[in-house]
């Protein structure tokens, strides 16, 4: 079983690679420019996505997969697909953040990325375009989809059950859990789309709605 999380960078994605390690799950957790290119090449070649990659079985906060999350789903039946989120406004706060400390290391030369320029207008519409595709490819499969969100909690009680496992009473991984501090609001053009948790066969299951 493959285990792919598709949610956007700064959704809680470092804690649940840590939460999958501690699971006992070889998780990849974003792998660099290069890890990017390798699996561009296999989609040039139309080759399976992550076949080079056989030493893992879970893959996190690497937007090339990500975004093709319903070619992953082909190639991989029976994986399981894990949407980390936010609120939309926590998300673009972070985001920000995120760039103004890239553009610093930048300067101080540790940072050689690409990721520096700040367009709320950009994110939003990525954030609600991308929510849609995933709640659209999966309304008919809820079970092969979690929703979790990590920075207002989620955590062991929705993942161990949503991947089989027994539940776990120790600490989740969380990692910057509210460190990003308040800004002005941005208006959204639709509304947020929201996990909600149900219960089914005495499990929690957190979904879209």
């Not at 879970?58 to 992953?72: R, T």
């Not at 062991?156 to 059950?161: E, G």
């Not at 120790?170 to 053009?189: D, K, M």
């Not at 929201?194 to 929690?204: A, D, E, I, K, N």
Request: charged share 25%; glycine share 6%; proline share 6%.
């Amino acid at each position: 079983m493959k285990i792919f999380c598709i949610g956007f960078n700064r959704t809680g994605t470092i804690s649940l690679h840590r939460a999958l390690e501690v699971l006992g799950f070889r998780s990849l957790h974003w792998g660099g420019p290069e890890t990017r290119r390798q699996i561009e090449r296999a989609m040039a070649e139309d080759r399976p996505l992550v076949d080079d990659f056989p030493e893992y079985d879970a893959f996190s906060d690497i937007w090339v997969l990500s975004d093709n999350f319903d070619v992953l789903d082909r190639q991989y039946p029976e994986s399981r697909f894990i949407l980390t989120t936010r609120g939309l406004q926590s998300w673009l706060d972070s985001r920000r953040h995120h760039v103004e400390k890239n553009i610093v290391h930048k300067k101080q030369g540790r940072y050689s990325g690409t990721f520096l320029t700040v367009d709320i207008n950009a994110w939003t519409s990525q954030y609600h375009a991308h929510h849609s595709r995933v709640q659209k490819h999966f309304e008919r499969r809820p079970d092969d989809l979690l929703v979790m969100n990590i920075p207002a909690g989620d955590g062991y009680d929705v993942l161990c059950p949503f991947l089989g496992l027994p539940a776990r009473d120790e600490q989740f991984p969380w990692n910057h859990r509210g460190a990003t501090s308040a800004s002005p609001t941005v208006t959204a053009t639709k509304p947020e789309l929201q996990p909600r948790t149900v219960s089914s066969g005495g499990s929690r299951r957190t979904l879209l709605k």
